[in-house]
């Protein structure tokens, strides 16, 4: 517990520890790892520095999430995903494990809102589904070399059938008809708050899944 | 103590929205120590949309409410466009420390006054010390330890959540196996090996089980010091010969009871023969509770899923964030699009796409395929049955009595005083006959779902979820009859030695065995040995190797395709829950077989582990995920039915040893049990002897299909309820549209007008709108207590 003290002291420490759902020992790891991602600019600016998008994207737990830029617009305060250490700390206290179900369901119908209108519409669901189905399709279309890479670090089963990767058009728009269809309760189309909060809680699977831990 | 708003995290609407008419305000400082009034009154928010957008990062914007309050929201405005403040705006960590801080002083300000005084500034300490202990006491609370926490984090992390079911039940049948494991020392070895000591101090004579050498032929006939020590390791993997002598089998415990003398009366304080069989009962109580306490927990939770089944939603909301691996997540990423692509074939097909002749066809099909399995399970049960219990009997009735006394065979190493072990041949027969039926069970447990799924692929299911359900249920119904027969052969095979009249005894002696509860106990040891043995070989040869010529060699990799092996999780838990089972079976018999489980657990944990992280893949289609940790429960509670069909059948037909064991000179096992109530005093017996009358057992069946019936019609009702309810949020919701459609178009036509006022509501019209919304959150946020 010594090392990474040098920013903050025990006070605050404490303080972060009340505001957030984090024990001072994960606080500490978690700038630990937000120090690793810009050495430099921690070690220039210490206590508060603000990382670009694409600093914080070199974490490893985000940069396999296909939803990672939104988390990042969602979570900082410009909207444009740069954040500083306090903004950083607490996305990850809201992602982890401890936070209550109603705060991840929150953030989720934030993240899936992509045009922000407090309403997940069909071009929403559209994008989400888009998003979901890009690790798939990059992943196929690797190239030769850039597959081998992979397979020689890990599991060489990189799926490099098309078919499997591609939701045709109609799909799509059958597999958001349906979406809404399910929880739309209000029935004005889209889904909103109430609707979107009322099928999370029901959904076992929800809670398990929307976390990250560091 | 603490402001409300920190404590609790669920806070309903109706709470915050109870001042109705005043307005619950928060005082909030910017940078430049300027005071904001933030209302939560809807009607007052002019300039929301102007503030909210202020880019400047770590200054204070307008927020409606803090941060743990997450479910109060804010409320509609008849004014503002639809859709605008009904997601919640928590405050960030910047703005929420400036609140607290200033909260804090406020507080301690109001109760304390000035802090000059020494008492109050001496209270003042006083007071946030406790504050901060109880806080901490709250915070170590929620960090509950976990077993193996960190482990699971990674193997999450690399293979998502699907696969950490495995490791979960891992831990849990730690658990249970721990708790038995402290029962069993405590109760039974601990104070055995106390008496046994304590007796040989006394030289008191308790009947011993044969000389050494009696017992294992192998130790007759063996040449050398190498032989010897090569048949010791191998005991230690049968269970038999000097392995036999030690306290982990039944014969070795003694039967008095532990007495002392007080005031020069000798009272009995434990009974040992009771304490054995009264353990033996708590093994499958304890583990049946347990079982029904985790269930319970899980049922709840996924009867809620029942009822709103939602197969899309739930594939595109759940994205598992766990995975902190790229490819993990194209793999992902590929079975939800595989899962996807599967619910719109369902829907679009119907029942009638198959023409009436394929289908009838399918149907036979199914039915050759379904008896060629029962076949297969049948015929590899008849055929080691068949050969174990005629071998025995055979070398039975073969062998010489080499010690003058009862026939000392014990095990299945009978018959080897014939065999000369001196070439290989009779080697390997000699290693055949001791662990054929081990090698079996076994081997058929590692054969037998790969058999099952090749023939689900001949079935030609429509979808892949069936085939694999049905494959799973093939394999467990496999599994369990496996464990079955073989428990049934034990009940065979002790049978003679136990009393029971079977056409099995021949003309010469009726007792085969010495101890045939050590027979048992020590062919479960056996099996469990040699099923590790096997698993720790697939591990090394399905998993290990073939990852590693994967890596290495391209041609198999990019021409044939192969892979490394996929996680298979049912099969997996399904191997867990064999592995239980014997366990169960086998605590009864051999005292010390608690201990084995748990090292054999915490050694397969890490095994697993490792393999996980570099040896395997995740599987491409999920079907044991998160909501069928009931499922699992449910099946690990029908084993533990048939072992306890086999406990009981054993101890209530069969005559314990006479020459070993706890309960020597008993002529049942139940025995201890009746003498301590015989001899309590009359009051108790004259309770017991009522209490298991006929009549009150069927009074206590009544209660409880009663209750049960009770909860049935309960939940009946309560689905009802919902039903209802979902209406009515509808109808108000509607409602809700119906007067907003209203009042634009009264506003549109006032504003054409030109007549600005204002608020644009009388004060009493916002009342009633305030209401109505109230109403309706309230409805809408009913929790799942009251549903």
């Keep these: 517990m010594g090392q990474g003290t040098s920013a903050y002291d025990q006070s605050e420490l404490a303080e972060f520890q009340d505001l957030t759902y984090f024990t001072k020992r994960e606080v500490l790891h978690v700038h630990k790892r937000f120090a690793e991602l810009a050495p430099e600019k921690v070690k220039q600016h210490g206590r508060n520095p603000t990382l670009t998008k694409e600093e ?45 179900l109603e705060t991840k369901i929150d953030f989720a119908f934030k993240i899936y809102d992509f045009n922000e209108d407090g309403q997940i519409c069909e071009n929403d669901l559209q994008k989400v589904i888009l998003f979901l189905v890009q690790p798939a399709v990059t992943g196929a279309t690797l190239t030769s070399d850039e597959r081998n890479q992979v397979i020689k670090n890990k599991s060489c089963r990189v799926s490099n059938k098309k078919e499997e990767t591609v939701l045709t058009e109609k799909e799509i728009s059958a597999i958001v008809r349906n979406v809404i269809n399910e929880m739309d309760m209000d029935d004005d189309g889209s889904i909103s708050y109430l609707d979107f909060k009322h099928g999370m809680s029901k959904l076992n699977g929800f809670e398990e899944s929307f976390k990250v831990t560091l | 103590m603490d402001p409300p708003e920190e404590d609790s995290p669920t806070k309903s609407l109706l709470m915050s929205e109870d001042k109705e008419n005043g307005s619950t305000s928060i005082k909030l400082e910017d940078d430049d120590d300027n005071e904001i009034y933030v209302n939560k009154d809807a009607t007052d928010f002019p300039d929301n949309d102007a503030v909210d957008r202020e880019p400047s990062p770590g200054s204070s914007l307008m927020k409606t409410e803090s941060r743990k309050s997450s479910e109060s929201y804010g409320t509609f405005s008849p004014d503002v466009n639809k859709g605008e403040n009904t997601v919640p705006r928590n405050l960030t960590l910047a703005e929420r420390r400036k609140s607290r801080r200033k909260q804090r002083e406020q507080f301690k300000l109001m109760r304390f006054g000035s802090s000059s005084s020494g008492i ?127 306290a982990m089998f039944y014969g070795w415990y003694p039967t008095s009871n532990l007495t002392t003398n007080m005031q020069g009366k000798e009272k009995t304080v434990y009974y040992f023969s009771l304490a054995y069989f009264s353990v033996g009962c708590c093994y499958f109580a304890v583990s049946l509770l347990l079982m029904l306490a985790n269930l319970s927990k899980l049922f709840k939770k996924s009867a809620a899923e029942q009822l709103e089944y939602k197969p899309y939603s739930s594939v595109v909301f759940t994205w598992d964030y766990n995975i902190a691996d790229t490819e993990a997540s194209q793999l992902r990423s590929v079975s939800v699009i595989q899962s996807l692509k599967e619910e719109l074939d369902e829907d679009e097909q119907g029942d009638t796409k198959r023409s009436l002749l394929t289908q009838v066809g399918i149907f036979f099909l199914r039915v050759l395929t379904n008896l060629i399995c029962l076949a297969a399970v049948i015929g590899t ?139 048992i106990g020590s062919q479960l040891y056996q ?135 706890p309960f020597r000179g008993y002529k049942r096992f139940t025995d201890p049990l009746s003498n301590v109530i015989n001899h309590a005093t009359v009051l108790k017996k004259f309770i017991i002897d009522n209490l298991t009358t006929t009549a009150v057992l069927v009074i ?71 209401r109505k919304n109230t109403e309706l959150h309230g409805f809408a946020n009913l929790r799942k207590s009251d549903l």
């Design chain 1, 56 to 100: 914080i994207l070199l974490l490893p737990e985000l940069a396999a999430n296909p939803f990672k830029e939104r988390i990042l617009e969602v979570f900082s305060d410009a909207g444009d995903g740069n954040m500083n250490f306090e903004q950083f700390l607490d996305m990850m206290s809201q992602l982890s494990s401890k936070a209550p």
């Design chain 2, 381 to 519: 049960v008849y055929l080691y049955v068949k050969e174990v219990l005629t071998e025995s009997t055979e070398s039975r009735a073969n062998s010489t009595d080499s010690c003058g006394q009862l026939i000392n065979e014990k095990t299945l190493e009978i018959g080897l005083e014939a065999i000369q072990l001196e070439d290989l041949s009779s080697h390997l027969a000699a290693f055949w006959k001791t662990y054929s039926a081990s090698i079996i069970v076994s081997g058929s447990n590692v054969l037998f779902p790969v058999f099952f799924e090749l023939i689900g692929l001949l079935e030609m299911y429509q979808f892949q979820s069936t085939r694999i359900r049905v494959t799973l249920v093939r394999t467990f119904i496999m599994k369990l009859f496996t464990v079955a027969t073989f428990l049934y052969l034990l009940y065979r095979a002790a049978g003679p030695s136990g009393g029971i009249t079977e056409d099995w005894q021949t003309e010469k002696n009726t007792l085969f065995y010495n101890c045939w509860e050590d027979y």
């Design chain 2, 700 to 770: 206590l069946i009544i209660l409880v299909l009663l209750v049960i019936y009770y909860y049935k019609s309960l939940a009946a009702s309560r689905n009802v309820t919902i039903e209802l309810l979902k209406e009515q949020v509808r109808n108000e919701i509607a409602e809700k549209e119906e007067i907003l459609h209203r009042t634009q178009k009264n506003r549109s036509k006032s504003l054409s007008n030109e007549k600005e006022t204002d608020g644009f509501y009388s004060k009493e019209k916002r009342k009633q709108l305030k």
């Design chain 2, 120 to 246: 109050s500034h001496f209270t003042s300490k006083c007071v946030t010390f406790v504050e901060r202990s109880l806080k901490q006491a709250k915070v170590i609370k929620q960090n509950h330890f976990r077993i193996w926490g960190t482990s699971i984090k990674k193997i999450e992390g690399q293979l998502g959540s699907s696969v950490c079911t495995y490791f979960k039940v891992l831990v849990w049948m730690l658990k249970i196996n721990v708790v038995c494991m402290i029962l069993g020392l405590g109760l039974i070895v601990g104070p055995g090996g106390y008496m046994t000591w304590h007796h040989s101090q006394t030289k008191e004579t308790i009947f011993n089980k044969d000389d050494l050498t009696c017992n294992n032929p192998n130790f007759v006939n063996g040449t050398g010091f190498h032989v010897e020590a090569v048949n010791s390791v191998l005991q230690l993997f049968t269970g038999t010969g000097w392995m036999e002598n030690t």
């Design chain 2, 527 to 661: 099996l469990i040995m040699i099923d590790f043995l096997v698993f720790c070989a697939v591990l090394l040869f399905c998993e290990a190797f073939r990852s590693f010529i994967v890596t290495r060699v391209a041609f198999l990799r990019d021409k044939i395709g192969l892979t490394k092996r996929e996680f298979n999780i049912s099969t997996e838990v399904l191997d867990l829950m064999y592995k239980q089972m014997i366990f169960w079976a086998g605590f009864y018999f051999a005292p010390l077989l608690p201990i084995v489980a748990v090292i054999e657990i915490i050694v397969i944990f890490y095994l697993k582990k490792l393999s996980a992280l570099t040896n395997v893949v995740p599987p491409k289609t999920v079907v044991l995920n998160h909501q069928s940790s009931a499922t699992i429960n449910g099946l690990f509670l029908i084993s533990l039915l048939v072992v306890f069909v086999f406990i009981g059948l054993v101890i209530f037909n069969f005559q314990p040893s006479q020459f070993c064991g």
